[in-house]
């Protein structure tokens, strides 16, 4: 099978099939993200105890990129300590294939910046 193949059906599987998806009750930390050049939105929730991501749950509406990234980059920020969690929309760029010159990377980069912003302080 061929590498961009097993991409296009890694993309297909998680977006038919999220993994994380949904909204934990008990977080300590949450944000939302909207694209707006087409609309697609993602809510993330996360529990950090001591430091590390213990639990992470989305919940997105919009297309198959953004909710398999949104897929893929819950399943590999799970377990990170809150200060491993940085260049997070490179790494889900990497996570489905993607360059940073596509036209779809806002869709690629929804959930990463919705983590980035729930964890990162506000200035004031």
């Known amino acids: ?3 961009e193949t097993l991409y296009k059906q890694q993309i297909i599987d998680h977006y038919k099939y999220p993994h ?3 909204v934990l009750d008990d977080c300590t930390h949450k944000a939302e993200e909207t694209n707006s050049s087409c609309g697609d939105e993602v809510k993330v929730t996360l529990k950090v105890e001591n ?5 992470v749950k989305f919940e997105a509406r919009g297309c198959a990129i953004s909710i398999a990234a949104a897929s893929m980059l819950s399943d590999q920020i799970k377990g990170l300590k809150v200060e491993e969690l940085h260049d997070l ?4 760029l990497k996570l489905i294939n993607m360059d940073e010159s596509s036209g779809r990377i806002k869709c690629g980069t929804l959930a990463a910046k919705a983590v980035e912003k729930a964890i990162r302080p506000r200035a004031v």
């Open 51 to 55: 430091g590390v991501v213990n639990d």
């Open 89 to 92: 929309e490179k790494l889900s």
């Open 1 to 3: 099978m061929k590498k």
């Open 20 to 22: 994380n998806h949904g």
